[in-house]
Protein backbone atom coordinates (compact mmCIF):
# COMPACT_ATOMS: atom_id res chain seq x y z
CA UNK A 1 0.00 0.00 0.00
CA UNK A 2 1.53 3.66 -0.89
CA UNK A 3 0.04 6.49 1.21
CA UNK A 4 0.99 9.86 -1.35
CA UNK A 5 0.92 13.49 0.43
CA UNK A 6 1.10 16.58 -1.90
CA UNK A 7 2.56 19.99 -1.52
CA UNK A 8 4.01 23.36 -3.24
CA UNK A 9 0.59 24.69 -4.21
CA UNK A 10 -0.39 28.36 -3.92
CA UNK A 11 -1.37 31.36 -5.72
CA UNK A 12 0.70 32.37 -8.33
CA UNK A 13 0.23 34.74 -11.40
CA UNK A 14 -0.15 33.87 -15.12
CA UNK A 15 2.89 33.54 -16.99
CA UNK A 16 4.58 32.16 -13.51
CA UNK A 17 5.83 29.13 -12.13
CA UNK A 18 5.38 26.54 -9.35
CA UNK A 19 6.72 23.02 -8.93
CA UNK A 20 4.54 20.32 -6.95
CA UNK A 21 6.30 17.49 -4.69
CA UNK A 22 4.37 14.08 -3.96
CA UNK A 23 6.30 12.45 -1.30
CA UNK A 24 5.14 8.37 -0.93
CA UNK A 25 5.00 6.03 1.90
CA UNK A 26 5.16 2.24 1.71
CA UNK A 27 7.17 -0.25 0.06
CA UNK A 28 8.29 -0.87 -3.75
CA UNK A 29 7.27 2.72 -4.66
CA UNK A 30 10.23 2.13 -7.30
CA UNK A 31 8.03 -0.39 -8.47
CA UNK A 32 4.66 2.23 -8.90
CA UNK A 33 4.11 4.72 -11.94
CA UNK A 34 3.15 7.93 -10.69
CA UNK A 35 0.57 10.62 -12.16
CA UNK A 36 -0.43 13.93 -11.59
CA UNK A 37 -4.54 14.83 -12.16
CA UNK A 38 -6.10 17.96 -11.64
CA UNK A 39 -9.45 18.81 -10.92
CA UNK A 40 -11.22 22.80 -11.63
CA UNK A 41 -14.54 23.59 -9.88
CA UNK A 42 -18.09 21.84 -11.21
CA UNK A 43 -15.22 19.88 -13.87
CA UNK A 44 -14.55 16.31 -13.89
CA UNK A 45 -10.89 15.25 -12.36
CA UNK A 46 -8.72 14.88 -15.99
CA UNK A 47 -5.08 13.55 -16.59
CA UNK A 48 -2.37 15.45 -16.57
CA UNK A 49 0.97 13.62 -16.38
CA UNK A 50 2.52 10.30 -16.34
CA UNK A 51 5.71 9.03 -15.33
CA UNK A 52 6.58 5.39 -15.79
CA UNK A 53 8.29 2.74 -12.50
CA UNK A 54 12.02 3.99 -14.10
CA UNK A 55 11.10 7.27 -15.82
CA UNK A 56 11.70 5.63 -18.82
CA UNK A 57 8.63 7.05 -19.94
CA UNK A 58 6.39 10.23 -19.48
CA UNK A 59 2.90 11.05 -20.59
CA UNK A 60 1.26 14.69 -20.95
CA UNK A 61 -2.22 16.05 -21.86
CA UNK A 62 -2.49 18.14 -24.02
CA UNK A 63 -3.30 21.61 -22.48
CA UNK A 64 0.01 20.50 -20.70
CA UNK A 65 2.76 19.67 -23.49
CA UNK A 66 5.66 21.96 -23.10
CA UNK A 67 4.78 23.73 -20.07
CA UNK A 68 4.59 20.93 -17.42
CA UNK A 69 7.47 18.17 -16.77
CA UNK A 70 7.04 15.30 -14.55
CA UNK A 71 9.80 14.01 -12.78
CA UNK A 72 10.65 11.44 -9.85
CA UNK A 73 13.15 10.69 -7.88
CA UNK A 74 13.00 7.15 -6.47
CA UNK A 75 15.64 7.06 -3.91
CA UNK A 76 13.74 9.96 -1.96
CA UNK A 77 9.86 8.47 -2.97
CA UNK A 78 9.40 11.59 -4.26
CA UNK A 79 7.09 12.54 -7.46
CA UNK A 80 7.24 16.33 -8.98
CA UNK A 81 5.60 18.46 -11.20
CA UNK A 82 7.07 21.25 -12.77
CA UNK A 83 4.89 23.72 -14.06
CA UNK A 84 5.75 26.47 -16.41
CA UNK A 85 4.27 29.46 -17.81
CA UNK A 86 1.05 28.98 -15.88
CA UNK A 87 -2.32 30.01 -17.16
CA UNK A 88 -5.38 31.17 -15.41
CA UNK A 89 -7.40 27.74 -16.92
CA UNK A 90 -4.75 25.44 -14.63
CA UNK A 91 -6.30 26.34 -11.64
CA UNK A 92 -7.70 23.50 -9.78
CA UNK A 93 -6.68 21.32 -7.01
CA UNK A 94 -3.69 18.65 -8.09
CA UNK A 95 -3.96 15.27 -7.23
CA UNK A 96 -1.01 12.73 -6.65
CA UNK A 97 -1.87 9.40 -8.14
CA UNK A 98 -0.15 5.78 -7.95
CA UNK A 99 -0.43 2.18 -9.62
CA UNK A 100 1.40 -0.59 -10.01
CA UNK A 101 0.84 -0.75 -14.10
CA UNK A 102 3.31 0.42 -16.29
CA UNK A 103 0.53 2.44 -18.37
CA UNK A 104 -2.11 2.80 -15.95
CA UNK A 105 -5.99 3.01 -16.92
CA UNK A 106 -7.18 3.36 -13.50
CA UNK A 107 -5.23 4.51 -10.46
CA UNK A 108 -5.24 2.46 -7.27
CA UNK A 109 -4.19 4.98 -5.07
CA UNK A 110 -4.23 8.71 -4.30
CA UNK A 111 -3.05 11.83 -2.48
CA UNK A 112 -5.80 14.88 -0.63
CA UNK A 113 -4.40 16.97 -3.11
CA UNK A 114 -2.76 20.91 -3.46
CA UNK A 115 -4.44 23.99 -4.59
CA UNK A 116 -2.93 25.61 -7.57
CA UNK A 117 -4.45 29.40 -8.45
CA UNK A 118 -3.27 31.07 -11.15
CA UNK A 119 -4.36 34.57 -10.78
CA UNK A 120 -4.97 36.68 -14.29
Known amino acids: QVQLVESGGGLVQAGGSLRLSCTASGRSFSSYSMGWFRQAPEKEREFVAH????????RYADSVKGRFSISRDNAKNMVYLQMNSLKPEDTAVYYC?????????????WGQGTQVTVSS
Open 51 to 58: ISWSASMT
Open 97 to 109: AADRKFVPSAWDY
